[in-house]
């Protein structure tokens, strides 16, 4: 009788224990962004009349920050050393902070000027908010907080996706 090889394949149909849910941590952070792009567009709807450029542009790389720690902290709580979760993780969080500010500047718009009016705007306009976005107005140029808060928010959740899910046990 001979010894059987050292490193055997599993059985055919089974697979080894896999560590984590990419999939649900991607969900779980694109829902964690919704709800922080929310609360981050109700504070400037309630604060924008109080607000100079620096506090705004200071809620805003705040809000991106915020956003990109949690998504990361969830990406890397749940899909653990999953590559491909923590690169979606960051993509959720840059689109939550342009949302959250797009968001933002549609509500305000709303306030001032009624719904009939920001329909009409959106009509003829669809894109205004992301244009709103890119422009600084007052400068006639382009605001370089908006790209920074996108940059802010990948960052910060790509890197505490990789911190906390390196430090994740495998099974």
Known sequence: MHAAPQFQAPPFGQRPNASGHPVGA????FFASVIVSLLYSGLVLATYK???VTTANTLYLGHAL???AMVGWLIGLV???NTAAHVWGAVVAALGAFFGYANAIVLVFAKNQG?????????????WP???WWNDES?????WF??????????????LAYLIGSRRRQA
């Open 26 to 29: 991607v969900f779980l952070g």
């Open 50 to 52: 109080d607000q100079s």
């Open 66 to 68: 915020l956003n990109g």
């Open 79 to 81: 899909g653990h050393r």
């Open 115 to 127: 719904g009939g009016a920001l329909w009409d705007l959106l009509r003829y306009e669809p894109f």
């Open 130 to 132: 992301a244009k709103a």
């Open 139 to 143: 400068a006639n140029a382009v605001d």
């Open 146 to 159: 908006s790209p920074l808060g996108l940059v802010l928010a990948a960052a910060a959740a790509w890197g």
